[in-house]
């Protein structure tokens, strides 16, 4: 649209404050503009990610429109010409706190020892409308909570029915783990038959459980089985950080997101007793190493492609189960986590003289299926003990770092141990949509041509885009990327690929939407897509600021192939850094 | 041979071919409306309604025919399975035409004496007919028996007249010009003549039903579809059933019509699981009419293409609301969309539909062919036409009728309805199901149509309407619609998903005596913001059977929390059993039967109720021979 | 095709064949259950499994759907089916009562089936047949104005002609 003829704008008043909006706005985004804040549950949009829970149904939004018969629900009720609204009335007032004294009495009162305590917005909206008793009480509905996998925590007794789960995992993931149940005062979100999550395809992308406003989903709490082994006697506790988190974690200290907390990770973490701290960035270089040795392997010697990127455990699971024929086809490379964890055991350990079965190594990651993935059995190693044992997200590091007391932000910048923690730019971008791909790029170049990339910034790669695509001239050949942000967006990609619509060398997919920054285990957004693009902005920053932004010239990793791996790709490589996958049920 | 009628001429033709068939059937007055010449011989008409075919009237059908093959009138006098003729409290019934003869409570074995004294001797069978309760005069035709009395049959013109499993029939009775016509005249004069007939929709909500047609009209996207609700879910409500099993083509002849208009090509109907008859009659219509050219490709030669489709529900009452109906329809739970966008933007599939129920479509054929005006001369000034009801309860004739708008409720109920059963009193009426509410004696004179219905407190609904006698306790009435609701929520929204399971709980607690002033208060506040909050029309009128209740008895919720009494002893655990100590002549029968052990005494001697282990199941008071055992 | 699924196959080929002459699967989920409960009498769980495949939907909507809508049941019905109407005027009229004492007689409640399979007992909302109120439906047999003292009777009338092997009263 350009300027000149611009759409006329809708005038209404809200409260008394006239204001002009654009045709199709919902009132409660008008009334922003109007100094006037309404409170809201179920409703959840973000239109970069094609994120739209519009549903009305918590009623928490009631407003009045003068002459009009009942209340109105400002999520889902457009502006018009001469609108006048009244969310300050006492029958709107009334309305929206029956409906939030409702929801609390068909919800468990134990805030106190709620994961979400704090972090509530059904708490927050009591403790907003001031509300001190509940007015009508009666039966609460009492279901079994879900405490089987090893990701997510389902409590259906904390569930307002937002559906927001739902649409997240229908429409932007296309898993359909999530339905209503039942009918009447009985309806639950649940899974068919109220399996079990872990027995149906869920993906433990953990989407769900950021979008979840209450404590109804939440993430498998491993704090308490780390503080006893940070503890244990014998143990060497090793804990490996993820890209992702140095530029979030600063969010749960009070930080600006975005902000790069790389040092104080480091220092956090050794002040919590870990023995070393290593960087999961260090295993990204490897990953770009034997990913790009994989894909040139394939791209000279006719094998399958695309080549499709390995390091989301989600996606995977996603993969295994809607796409069980293709098995071939990703990228057999281990995720740079379990590159690590296999890495500390053998390199390292040997290194140390420390015997692995006394290592016990914890991931910090930014997702939740990092801890399904830590305990697949195809990455335990032949010597029975897993890649890694423990994972935890930011949200629960960033609760052990409060709960040992340590002033976060007064801690000073330390470094990460050797030898598995120097990196490069490529590293960095891991953490966001787009990067693995640009990062791959920067190495599989240099494979193919023997040369130095020199522009070695993609801006066409950049962004939350959900597919996008791109040629990249490799010498005299062409190599054809794509990219995709959330799994519908993959499912869709992968679908014309089967069937020959488009042709693609390499695809790069993240289960989130926005990749690791917006991953499951990560400090709630609340829907704010503004953070997801500072977290990005971050790693781009700290890539850009480094002199070495190819993988191929990490000198640790260089050295570290030299005196254990041997080539990239080769034998030792695929026993340590290489998987496999498994056909899974489709429904 | 093809069947296909090439054209409206052709459908002309046909009609005054099939005239005969029919002719038999009407009184002198619906011949002459209709313009159809006189008949000379006979047709026996058997009802078929729910309740007639229930009672057996099949086997009436039966042995009637095997009678007139006796008599050797088989070919000469036809017997018509034909749809409800209303009056089910007398059923099974039948009508013998023309000479307009109505015979209650027929059973197999009259068939012979019908044959033989009215059908070969022309003599009327007395003893069949219905007797006057007043006078005790026998009443031979409709006219003279007060149930039919200030009915107007529009909707069911044909229900009780033709056979559904023939089209013929239907098209002999001028049906499918009303399709002819809004070809004739075109989209827009069509529409325009429903908006000037007034029709609402008969569904519950009144929504003009021209209006709908127009708003749907007005946006181009294609496909539109037309649907028609049929998902008749109030309980204690058929008069969709009845119409669906007794004149489906007026129903499919209605969609065409709409869709014509609207520009769509595909209907579909909506129809309830539960309703095994209609759904094969149905079916039945719609194969017919595409053998005659009437519904398909090219109907009638004229280019316009329309087909039908069923769809069944699976019982949920929620789907009786538009959006959810369509959500249905689309395969998934039957949870209502927020509105706007309104189906006629964006219906099914996300494509402008049109959208009403059986009632408001068996309307439609009779306005094209008869005129706006004549329709609208009927009715109130805000609500045109007619409107069915399914008269139940404690009436003594329940059945099926259509009255103008604007008949009072007094006479509903105490002529057509005959009064209340076992000479009880009147209490209340309730209309409008779940959705509606109860009307106390003071409001009898009320003249029923949408607007007054409301302000009343209840509301139309789609025509159920359940007589109330003094026996009934308002409290408990309200508890069972609550219950319904609570039941059939679909759990969408917060106020209705908790909201009324937490009424629920109030008028449960006031049942059982545990009840304080604070749930009445909390029962109005409730119930209001329910009502304001909702997503959807169920929701929005859930608190309606309390509201009302609390209207207009008030007295009996007091009654119930502050002298833990139920005036109209109907909640039990309010009851005390008692024995009447000179009634008792200490048979021990109460004892004996006493599920509890809650009776003792000795032989000839004043027995006594133990009021802590009595658990008022009533046993006691039906056996008792002396009748010395009361409840209060 | 896996053993497992070529047993399906046999298992649920009517419904497969069903299914295969739709002329479209949109929207076919709610027609795709009605025709499968009419074959199979009830809808477990593989079966909705099976329908989730055919249709490509995920197995919860399925099930969201099934759970959803009171006509359709995942366990298998009596022999001989018992309906109460419960529509309003079968309720005031005493519907109540009739139905409690079904539940006394057969020791089950509404919406269950005898251990022995014999009988089930479903409390139905209105069918439309108001002037017989309060109606107990069996099979398609239908007892109008029915009381508590007729409930037994119905029973053992239904009882021995199953015992003759009348099989169900359809």
Redo the contacts between chains.
């Keep these: 649209m350009n300027n000149n003829d611009e759409v006329k704008k809708v005038n209404l008043t809200i409260n008394g404050t006239a204001i002009a909006v654009a045709p199709g706005t919902v009132l409660l985004a008008a009334a922003h503009q109007a100094g006037v804040h309404i409170p809201s549950l179920c409703y959840l949009n973000s239109d970069e990610f094609q994120y739209r829970n519009?549903?009305?149904?918590?009623?928490?939004c009631?407003v009045e429109v003068v002459g009009r018969r009942?209340?109105v629900?400002a999520c889902?009720t457009?502006v018009y010409e001469g609108m006048v609204v009244r969310t300050d009335s006492l029958?709107a007032i009334?309305?929206r706190r029956?409906?939030v004294e409702?929801?609390l009495?068909?919800h468990p009162s134990d805030c106190l020892i709620c994961e979400r305590n704090g972090n509530c917005q059904l708490q927050q909206m009591a403790a907003d409308m001031g509300i001190r008793s509940i007015?009508?009480k009666?039966?609460v509905s009492s279901h079994p909570k879900d405490i089987e996998s090893f990701s997510i925590v389902r409590n259906p007794d904390k569930c307002?029915?937002c559906r927001r789960c739902e649409t997240m995992c229908?429409s932007i993931q296309s898993?359909?783990?999530?339905?209503?149940?039942?009918?009447?005062?009985?309806?639950t979100m649940?899974?068919?038959?109220n399996k079990p999550i872990i027995e149906?395809?869920c993906t433990f992308c953990g989407q769900c459980v950021s979008v979840c406003p209450t404590g109804a989903l939440s993430e498998v709490d491993a704090t308490e089985e780390v503080w006893k082994l940070l503890q244990a006697p014998g143990k060497v506790v090793i804990a490996q950080t993820a890209p992702a988190i140095r530029v979030a974690l600063g969010e749960e200290f009070g930080m600006e997101p975005g902000s790069v907390i790389t040092g104080k990770l480091a220092a956090a973490l050794r002040r919590l007793g870990f023995a070393k701290v290593m960087d999961t960035n260090f295993t990204a270089d490897v990953t770009i190493m034997e990913e790009a040795s994989e894909f040139v392997h394939r791209f000279q010697h006719g094998g399958k492609l695309p080549l499709l990127t390995s390091c989301c455990p989600a996606w995977i699971k996603f993969f295994e189960h809607q796409f069980p024929d293709l098995l071939d086809v990703p990228s057999s490379c281990k995720s740079p986590m379990e590159m690590m964890g296999a890495l500390i055991k053998s390199y390292y350990a040997e290194k140390a003289g420390v015997d692995p079965q006394d290592i016990v190594v914890v991931s910090i990651m930014p997702c939740l299926a990092k801890k399904f993935e830590a305990a697949r059995p195809e990455l335990v190693s032949s010597k029975g003990h897993s890649d890694v044992d423990i994972v935890l997200s930011t949200r629960e590091l960033a609760r052990m770092i409060r709960e040992a007391g340590i002033e976060f932000l007064s801690l000073p910048d330390e470094e990460y141990d050797n030898p598995l923690s120097d990196s490069t730019g490529a590293a960095d971008i891991f953490g966001t949509t787009g990067g693995v791909l640009e990062a791959a790029l920067r190495t599989a170049y240099k494979m193919v041509t023997d040369e130095d990339l020199q522009a070695v910034e993609f801006q066409m790669l950049r962004g939350v885009d959900g597919v996008r695509e791109a040629e990249i001239p490799f010498g005299n050949t062409k190599v054809r990327v794509a990219i995709a942000n959330g799994l519908a967006n993959a499912r869709e990609l992968l679908q014309k690929v089967q069937s020959g619509e488009v042709e693609y060398h390499i695809i790069e997919v993240m289960a989130c939407p926005g990749g690791c920054i917006g991953g499951g285990g990560q400090p709630y957004t609340k829907g704010n897509m503004e953070i997801l693009r500072r977290r990005a902005a971050g790693l781009y920053a700290i890539d850009s600021a480094k002199t070495i932004r190819r993988s191929y010239e990490n000198q640790a990793m260089l050295t570290m192939y030299a005196e254990y791996i041997g080539v990239p790709y080769g034998e030792k490589a695929h026993e340590l850094l290489h998987t496999s996958y498994v056909r899974r049920e489709?429904? | 041979m093809s069947k296909r009628i090439g054209s409206p001429e052709e459908l002309r033709e046909l009609q005054v071919k099939l005239a005969p068939r029919t002719a038999l059937r009407l009184s002198p007055a619906e011949r002459e409306a209709l313009g159809i010449p006189a008949a000379e011989k006979m047709n026996i008409l058997v009802c078929g309604g729910p309740a007639c075919k229930s009672t057996d009237s099949d086997h009436i059908i039966t042995q009637l025919r095997v009678e007139l093959q006796k008599a050797g009138l088989a070919e000469e006098v036809k017997v018509v399975p034909a749809g409800c003729m209303g009056y089910c409290a007398q059923g099974p019934v039948l009508k013998v035409q023309p000479d307009n003869t109505f015979y209650v409570q027929v059973k197999a074995t009259d068939a012979a004496e019908i044959v033989q004294k009215h059908i070969l001797n022309h003599q009327y069978v007395e003893r069949l007919m219905f007797h006057h309760p007043a006078s005790g005069a026998p009443c031979r035709q409709e006219e003279d028996i007060p149930f039919f009395q200030g009915q107007v049959r529009i909707a069911l013109r044909n229900c009780g007249v033709v056979d559904p499993a023939y089209i013929e029939d239907y098209i002999s009775l001028k049906g499918y010009q009303g399709l002819v016509k809004a070809m004739e005249i075109g989209p827009d004069a069509t529409v325009a003549m429903i908006k000037q007939a007034g029709l609402r929709g008969r569904g519950g909500a009144g929504f003009p039903t021209g209006t709908k047609w127009e708003f749907t009209q007005s946006y181009t996207a294609t496909p539109k579809y037309v649907v028609c609700n049929a998902d008749e879910g109030d309980p204690g409500a058929f008069m969709d059933r009845c119409i669906m099993e007794g004149d489906p083509h007026s129903v499919l002849e209605a969609m065409a019509i709409a869709g014509h208009s609207i520009g769509a090509a595909e209907g579909v109907i909506y129809v309830r699981a539960e309703y095994p008859l209609a759904v094969q009659s149905l079916q039945t219509a719609i194969k017919q009419a595409e053998e005659f050219g009437l519904l398909g490709e090219n109907i009638l030669g004229t280019g316009f293409n329309f087909s039908i489709r069923l769809n069944l529900g699976a019982g949920?009452f929620?789907c009786g609301e538009e959006t959810a109906l369509l959500s249905s329809i689309e395969g998934n739970?039957g949870?209502p969309r927020?509105r706007?966008p309104y189906p006629a933007e964006k219906g099914l599939w996300g494509q402008p539909t049109v959208l009403n129920n059986v009632e408001t479509y068996a309307n439609v054929p009779a306005i094209m062919l008869r005129g706006a005006a004549w329709f609208s001369s009927y009715g109130t000034a805000g609500s045109k036409g007619t409107k069915v009801f399914a008269l139940a309860g404690k009436i003594n004739n329940i059945g099926l009728i259509e009255v103008p708008m604007g008949t009072t409720l007094d006479h509903i109920i105490n002529h057509i309805g005959g009064g209340i059963q076992n000479n009880r009193a009147f209490k209340a009426v309730q209309t409008g199901g779940p959705s509606g509410g109860c009307m106390p004696t003071a409001l009898l004179q009320t003249e029923v149509d949408y607007e007054s219905l409301t302000q009343a407190g209840s509301m139309m609904g789609s025509g159920g309407m359940i007589v109330l006698d003094e026996d009934d306790c308002m409290v408990n009435i309200a508890k069972y619609f609550l219950e319904f609701t609570?039941?059939?929520?679909?759990?969408?929204?917060?106020?209705c998903?908790?909201?009324t399971?937490?009424l629920y709980?109030m008028l449960e607690r006031i049942t059982t005596g545990k009840g304080t002033n604070k749930d009445i208060v909390?029962l109005q506040e409730?119930g209001d913001?329910i009502?304001?909050?909702?997503?959807c029309g169920l929701g929005?009128t859930a608190p309606n059977p309390v509201i009302s209740t609390l209207r207009y008895f008030k007295d009996e919720y007091i009654a119930h929390v502050e002298e833990h009494r139920c005036p109209a002893l109907a909640c039990t655990e309010l009851l005390t059993f008692t024995v009447v100590a000179d009634k008792c002549i200490g048979c021990t029968v109460c004892a004996r039967n006493c599920p509890a052990d809650a009776i003792s005494g000795v032989v000839r001697a004043a027995h006594t109720i133990d009021p802590d282990k009595c658990v008022k199941c009533g046993i006691c008071l039906d056996k008792c021979p002396t009748k010395a055992i009361i409840r209060y | 095709m896996s053993q497992s699924a070529s047993c399906l196959t046999e298992k649920y080929g009517e419904i497969d064949k069903y299914i295969d002459n739709l002329p479209s699967l949109r929207g076919a989920l709610v027609t795709v259950l009605h025709q499968a409960q009419t074959i199979y009498g009830y809808l477990p769980?593989e079966l909705?499994?099976h329908i989730?495949?055919r249709l490509n939907?995920?197995?919860?909507?399925?099930?969201?759907?099934v759970?959803?809508y009171s006509f359709f049941t995942m366990e298998p019905k009596g022999q001989c089916a018992i309906s109460l109407c419960m529509g309003t005027a079968c309720f005031v009229l005493g519907a109540g009562g009739v139905l409690q004492e079904f539940e006394k007689e057969l020791g089950i409640k509404a919406g269950e089936t005898t251990p022995d399979n014999l009988f089930s007992l479903d409390a139905l909302r209105c069918v439309g047949a108001c002037s017989l109120a309060p109606v107990v439906l069996v099979g398609d047999k239908v007892y109008g104005k029915a009381t508590t003292s007729q409930v037994r009777g119905i029973i053992e009338e239904h009882m021995q002609r199953m015992a003759k092997g009348g099989g169900s009263n359809e």
């Design positions: 519009s549903v009305g149904s918590c009623r928490v009631m009942g209340l629900p889902s457009t029958k009334r309305a029956t409906m409702l929801l009495s068909n007015k009508y009666g039966a307002i029915l229908n898993v359909g783990v999530y339905s209503a149940i039942g009918r009447g005062f009985e309806t649940g899974t068919a038959f149906t395809t489709d429904k | 949920a929620v739970r949870e927020v706007p609570v039941d059939e929520s679909c759990g969408r929204c917060t106020p998903r908790i909201g399971k937490r709980e909390d409730l913001i009502r304001d909050c909702s997503l929005q | 769980e909705q499994l989730a495949r939907v995920p197995a919860a909507q399925v099930y969201g759907v759970s959803f």
